[in-house]
């Protein structure tokens, strides 16, 4: 199986984007001074209701400073959507909304129940329903950008 240099590229991007994934899960990153620090939770933090935390955020918007509230939101949810165009740009067999969907489901649930083992972050479902919105938004922006790409397959 010859493998294209444009196949490779998007192979090594993928890997640096699941990397960057990987480390941002689990380390607090303070983006003004580009600080990286580990948080860990002596307590156990679990959330398994549905909306708690986005409504906490979205009704309580005036209670968080404006960083707090980007990053527990629209960040969360911007950091999976390259999540939705490299997964099928990458892999072939993954190149349908459902399975981008599964996949990241699958992804987001590992992470939260490995941060919440860790004690390295909190197990909140609204994160994963968050990584999902920006995972879908990648993928319509596959379609949008990458449709005749997809004629070629």
Known sequence: MQVSYQQLLLILIFIFYFTMLTIVSF?????RIFNLSIIHYDEVKINLVPFSTIGKYLLNFEHYNSETW???TIGVTLIYSPLGFLLPLTFVNLNSLKKVLLFTIFLSVLIEVLQFITKLGVLDIDDVILNVIGATLG???????FRNKLTKR
């Not at 380390?27 to 983006?31: E, F, S, T, V």
């Open 27 to 31: 380390l607090y990153i303070d983006m």
């Open 70 to 72: 980007l990053n527990n």
């Open 139 to 145: 993928y319509v922006i596959y379609k949008v950008f």
